[in-house]
T-cell receptor, first 115, second 115 residues
Framework: AQSVAQPEDQVNVAEGNPLTVKCTYS??????LFWYVQYPNRGLQFLLK??????LVKGSYGFEAEFNKSQTSFHLKKPSALVSDSALYFC?????????????FGGGTRLMVKP | NAGVTQTPKFQVLKTGQSMTLQCAQD?????MSWYRQDPGMGLRLIHY???????DQGEVPNGYNVSRSTTEDFPLRLLSAAPSQTSVYFC??????????????FGPGTRLTVL
């Protein structure tokens, strides 16, 4: 079975400060990991994903995520937050043993960036 | 490309009514899926399809039917609506299920209320 946890319902950060949104996962095989962002009344937008290779993955809008196999984590980071980054962020995982493309999503973390 | 489109955007049903949520994509994607989004629970997979004529159940399939007669369309049918089906529904598609091309792209969503 595959599962993912986002331990924080909300993260508050001041504009210009670095931000981190946490994600941990559990899979039986190797993980394929994703981050999506959802703006109000919109669908999910793909930010970045990890399949294999370099543990630091760079994505859209200046976001990056670090894969840590020993800690089974895939935290989303950005060096300098913008007010426009305020949104709902979802981490998702797919087990490499999963023959289909079934993603399991975390519950989401609301990021609030204050001016 | 229009990407993934969904209709309607909003719908109110009475308990026991049936309806079909439409989803279409113009990217020639083989994989399509339906999720529901409920507060604090992330997105949960309802049904998915790996190609025309092939469908399978996800995590929460009860009360929903799907079919995939063409590559482009993947409608979701509510057979007899219940208040527990009040949710926001998202359709998603990806080129394939291979790790290099399995990124799912989401439609804008349908907000359904069952009274």
């Amino acid at each position: 079975a595959q599962s993912v946890a986002q331990p924080e319902d909300q993260v508050n950060v001041a504009e210009g400060n670095p931000l981190t949104v946490k994600c941990t996962y559990s899979v039986s095989g190797n993980p394929y990991l994703f981050w999506y962002v959802q703006y109000p009344n919109r669908g999910l937008q793909f930010l970045l994903k990890y399949i294999t290779g370099d543990n630091l993955v760079k994505g859209s809008y200046g976001f990056e995520a670090e894969f840590n196999k020993s800690q089974t984590s895939f935290h989303l980071k950005k060096p300098s937050a913008l007010v426009s980054d305020s949104a709902l962020y979802f981490c998702a995982v797919r087990d490499s043993n999963n023959a289909g493309n079934m993603l399991t999503f975390g519950g989401g973390t609301r990021l609030m960036v204050k001016p | 490309n229009a990407g993934v489109t969904q209709t309607p955007k909003f719908q109110v049903l009475k308990t026991g009514q049936s309806m079909t949520l439409q989803c279409a994509q113009d990217m020639n994607h083989e994989y399509m899926s339906w999720y529901r989004q409920d507060p604090g629970m992330g997105l949960r997979l309802i049904h998915y399809s790996v190609g025309a004529g092939i469908t399978d159940q996800g995590e929460v399939p009860n009360g929903y039917n799907v079919s995939r007669s063409t590559t482009e369309d993947f409608p979701l049918r509510l057979l007899s609506a219940a208040p527990s089906q009040t949710s926001v529904y998202f359709c998603a598609s990806s080129y394939s299920t291979a790790p290099s091309t399995d990124t799912q792209y989401f439609g804008p969503g349908t907000r359904l209320t069952v009274l």
